[in-house]
């Protein structure tokens, strides 16, 4: 398991990620309030909750959520080793030697086809359970779920098998940050068929649809749960979105200076030799690399903090190191470096990190691995 340390001491630390948990609860009820329709939330901490430590996580919002969600059997039974209170849902499709495990614990299924809903019912019956599951339909993403317009047909089969309770119906959004008008057109579909099925006695307790960026996009009678990742922990899955809902970001990433030096002009810092300095100028030595999940694609790009100021990269990232230019500052061994998170007056979100790196936001906080030790606030 994850490292974690209880006090807020961080002097014996080179490298580390804080997480600021009373950020969480506020994103978590600013996002249920944007929302603007009675629901009940499903907590998205997939990926070690985005990077941010999946217990700690799922422990301070249990109280204020109706679910957890995760893709992987590992981070379920995690949840549920760890007694953590609420329900806990897959997304993706187990396969079969992972299902008894996830059976006998109890752990709500996704189900994308009749074939895996029988799977499941029959080995249910055969463990002498009930599994509860919610049914995935496709009306977009073209990924998982029941296409939708086999849905009527494959879930009246579906609701008929003994195995399983079926407790909601879903389905996904893969542009709910754009107007384009898709999310629209999808709901459409998807409550035609909740609509449809109720009229033949088919209900579901939880009908749900909208991620982050869906929930700010108002709400729909049909909807009754959300299900908030990025912007739980603070991240704007778009910048687009940054006016409609106010959220915290709940990680940073530090480190310290672990060797100083100057260059003199035409003396090159890092591999490939593809920073120059063009005038003498100290240079820092950071002891985080693209091992530790800082992208390798930030380098000569971005900007870390110090002392609240910015300064560039200079340089490759490399595996274990990277280097900045400080100009004619001067610094101490020892000293504190932001790299995600703020310092004084600035800030470098994980999104700034994310465009200078050419990628999203999601990607660089899942990719900051499990072992840089992670100290809660
Ligand atoms: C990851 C995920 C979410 C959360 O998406 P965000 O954009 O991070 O809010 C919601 N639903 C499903 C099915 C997901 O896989």
Known sequence: MLPVIESVQTSHYTT??????????????????AFGFPNSAMAIVKANAYGHGLIEVAKTVASEVEYFGVSSLQDALALKEHQIEKPVFIFGRLLRPELPAA????????????????????????????TTVHIKVDTGMGRLGIPYRQALLTIEKIAKLDGIKVEGLYTHFPTAEL????RDRQLIHFS????????????????????????????????NLIRPGIMLYGLYPDKSLTHMAQVKPVLSLKT?????????????AGYGRSYIAKAPTNIAVLPIGYSHGYPFTASNKAYVLYHGKRYPLAGRVS??????????TAARIGDEVTLIGQDQKEK??????????????????????????RIYK
């Open 256 to 268: 310290r200076i672990i060797s100083l030096k100057q260059l003199q002009a035409e003396e090159s």
């Open 179 to 182: 107007d384009d008008g898709f």
């Open 103 to 130: 059976l006998m614990n109890g752990i709500v299924l996704t189900v994308s086809s009749f074939e895996e809903a029988f799977e499941i019912s029959e080995l249910s019956e055969t463990l002498s359970r009930k």
């Open 319 to 328: 595996m274990d190191y990277l280097t900045i230019d400080l100009g004619e």
């Open 348 to 373: 470098i979100r994980a999104e700034d990190l994310a465009q200078w790196a050419g990628t999203i936001p999601y990607e660089i906080v899942t990719r900051l691995i499990p072992t840089l030790p």
């Open 16 to 33: 580390w990620v804080e997480i600021h948990l009373d950020h969480l609860l506020h994103n978590l009820r600013t996002l249920k309030k």
């Open 192 to 223: 035609q068929l909740v609509e449809t099925l109720y009229k033949q006695g088919i209900t579901f307790r939880y009908r749900h649809a909208p991620n982050s960026a869906g929930i700010l996009k108002g709400p729909h009678p049909v909807i």
